[in-house]
Every structure is written in structure tokens, then in C-alpha cells.
């Protein structure tokens, strides 16, 4: 149905024999804990219309191993994928990461910042362990406290603007 274009607030929360969703073009927001705690969840696809994605959204959904966000205008509130610790990979198209927005997504080895990133969230990527390489696109222009705490595997820092991103420090 087009008319529908919200998933409300804890909507599907805890409903761990969900195993599929298909979140339809209309959908413009998916509010706080929409679907936290829905472990069955192996793979996500956010719509492009997405303008909002909720604190906690899919939180603690342990199966997720595949995310894509093809929604240029949105951003993506703390801890969004929070405790996603089978998490692997993750394809995005938005403009900023909330808080902690991957705190604790072990498995998590590659993402894409993509070219509309504005700024990272205090503790963005706090202990994601498996990721080697982040690239910051020009656009970047801030990164928040303890950003990539916990990052153990990290080799390699890559900036392509000109002027680092501010920090906090600065």
C-alpha cells in the first residue's frame, strides 16, 4: 500500500520468527527500536524515499549479515545497528552515522562511507573489530569522540579531503 510511509515506534520489536521484510518504496520513516531484537533478520534493504531511521531500529537483530541503504537524505540515528554482531557488510547512501550507530557489530569487516557522509557519530564503529581499511570522502567534515575505539584490526586510515575532518579535540 503507498500510503503507508511509517513504521511505527517498536513496531515489530522482539518478533524473533521474522526472517524476511521487504520495506516498500513509500516507507519515509522507521521509528526507534522498529524492529530491535528481531533475530531472525538476515538482510536488510532500506528504500530510497527512507528519510529517517530511528534510534535502535534493527538493534540486537544478531542474524543480520547484509545491509543496504540506497536512501541519499537519510540518516542514521545511534545506535541503529547496535549488537548486529553478524554483521558483515554494509552498502550505504546517506548522509551521516548517529552515535554508536555499529557499536559492538564484531563480524563487520567493510563499509563504504559514501561521498554524502557529513559526519560520524561519537563511538560510530566502537569495537568493530574485523574492520581493516575506512576511507573518509571529501565531504566528511566532522568525527566524533572514540569513533573507532575498539577497532582492533585497523591497518590503514585513508582521507581524501583536502582538510582533515574536525574532532572534538580540535
Not at 6 to 12: P, V, W
Not at 93 to 106: A, H, P
Not at 135 to 150: E, N, Q, R
Request: glycine residues 6%; contains cysteine; charged residues 20%.
Amino acid at each position: 500500500d503507498d500510503s503507508v510511509t511509517t513504521i511505527c515506534e517498536c513496531a515489530f520489536q522482539d518478533c524473533k520468527e521474522i526472517t524476511d521484510i521487504n520495506i516498500p518504496e513509500s516507507i519515509a520513516y522507521i521509528e526507534e527500536d522498529a524492529f530491535k531484537d528481531c533475530a531472525g533478520i538476515a538482510a536488510v534493504h532500506i528504500p530510497s524515499q527512507l528519510l529517517f531511521l530511528g534510534k535502535s531500529a534493527f538493534a540486537y537483530c544478531y542474524n543480520i549479515k547484509d545491509v543496504r541503504i540506497d536512501a541519499p537524505l537519510c540518516t542514521l540515528e545511534s545506535y541503529t545497528f547496535a549488537g548486529c554482531t553478524s554483521l558483515e557488510w554494509i552498502d550505504l547512501g546517506i548522509r551521516e552515522f548517529g552515535e554508536q550507530v555499529f557499536y559492538n557489530c564484531y563480524s563487520l569487516k567493510e563499509i563504504q562511507i559514501p561521498s554524502s557522509v557529513k559526519k560520524i557519530g561519537k563511538g560510530a564503529f566502537n569495537g568493530c573489530k574485523k574492520i581493516k581499511e575506512l576511507v573518509f570522502p571529501a565531504s566528511l567534515k566532522y568525527i566524533g569522540d572514540s569513533a573507532m575505539v575498539g577497532v582492533t584490526a585497523l591497518r590503514e586510515i585513508v582521507c581524501l579531503g583536502s582538510v582533515p575532518p574536525e574532532t572534538p579535540q580540535q
